[in-house]
């Protein structure tokens, strides 16, 4: 597939592909990223696209971009819980009981 094709291809498909990130992301601006990621990794993998399969192999792409996304924003959540300092976790936990009284 040349440059030509491909660029039909990404005309095609650029309203599905930024739908399906969307749906899995909540904010627009991590969607067009995504679409944009979806469609560079579908131009550096091209020949491994099954003729006639294209909308379902970038469909895929897609989704698979979206949750590796929504995984890595789990884990940057996780992880910034556990290196809190134990002295904001107890000054947290005050403020929380504080509020109760």
Same mark, same amino acid.
């Given at each position: ?11 095609? =498909?650029?309203?599905?592909? =930024?739908? !399906? ?26 020949? &491994? ?11 895929? !792409?897609?989704?698979? %971009?979206? %949750?590796? =996304? ?5 884990? +940057? +959540?996780?992880?910034? +819980? ?7 976790? %107890?000054? +947290? ?5 504080? %509020? &109760?009284?």
């Amino acid at each position: 597939m040349n440059a030509l094709e491909f660029d039909r291809l990404v005309q095609k =498909y650029q309203s599905l592909v =930024y739908t !399906i990130c969307r749906q899995l992301v909540a904010d627009e601006g991590y969607a067009q990223d995504l679409t944009q990621e979806t469609f560079l990794s579908a131009w550096r993998s091209m020949d &491994r696209c099954p003729a006639g399969y294209e909308k379902q192999w970038l469909a895929r !792409i897609a989704s698979n %971009k979206a %949750k590796d =996304y929504l995984r890595s924003a789990w884990a +940057r +959540r996780v992880n910034l +819980r556990a290196h809190r300092p134990a002295a904001s976790r %107890k000054r +947290r936990c005050w403020k929380l009981w504080a %509020k &109760r009284s």
